[in-house]
């Protein structure tokens, strides 16, 4: 229920949907990533590192299609009585992570060609590298990756903070507009 006592309005099914799914691909990236980067794993590191790739590659269609989706589709009315700076807060994280979504996976992208590594889709088939080979600015590239992940991670945290406060401290239904009903 919203504030007003009144059900809250539910993004789309395919909102929802486009959500989620970039929440999954997301939510595991950060994960592997961490691990790639922190642990010698030999050949089970080279497979996460295919796989991090992959699905980093799938990410850049699935935001684009959703950031298309989103601008042509206004979400649904947060509760009237949210202050502005909570309103404020919640369009920058959003549009943030819009924007950290496509770039990052293009970083990686660039870093990858640079160093030369093959970029396979699942062992599918190969993707052209978009940059000639320059290790040093791979190196400095991966670093910037490496960051914007740990960006990515927080605003993450204060996204899904701010959902769980919304649906167990304000009770006003915000979170259930993504889950639906």
């Known amino acids: ?34 691990i790639m980067a922190n642990f010698d ?7 996460l590192f295919d796989v991090h790739r992959s699905v980093g590659a799938l990410l850049i269609p699935v935001v684009l299609f959703r950031l298309v ?22 369009s920058a994280v959003h549009w943030a992570l819009y924007i950290l979504l496509i770039v990052q996976p ?8 640079a160093y030369r590594a093959p970029m396979t889709m699942f062992w599918l088939f190969e ?13 400095d590239l991966f670093l910037v990756h490496r960051n914007l992940g740990l960006l ?5 945290v204060a996204h899904i903070g701010a959902a769980l406060f919304h649906h167990f401290v304000r009770k006003d239904g ?5 889950i639906g009903r």
Not at 69 to 90: E, F, G, K, T, V
Not at 152 to 156: D, E, R
């Open 174 to 178: 915000v979170l259930l507009r993504m």
């Open 106 to 113: 293009f970083v990686g992208w660039i870093a990858t060609s």
């Open 69 to 90: 989706y989103r601008l042509n589709n206004a979400p649904p009315p947060l509760p009237a009585d949210i202050p502005a700076l909570q309103r404020l807060a919640a």
């Open 152 to 156: 990515i991670a927080a605003l993450l």
């Open 1 to 34: 229920m919203s504030d007003l006592g009144q059900p809250a309005q539910s993004y789309t099914p395919l909102a929802r949907g486009l959500h989620w799914l970039t929440a999954a691909l997301v939510l595991g990236l950060i994960p592997i990533g961490v």
């Open 127 to 139: 993707l052209p590298p978009i940059w000639g080979e320059n290790r040093a600015l791979s190196e």
């Open 41 to 47: 794993l030999g050949p089970t590191g080279d497979i």
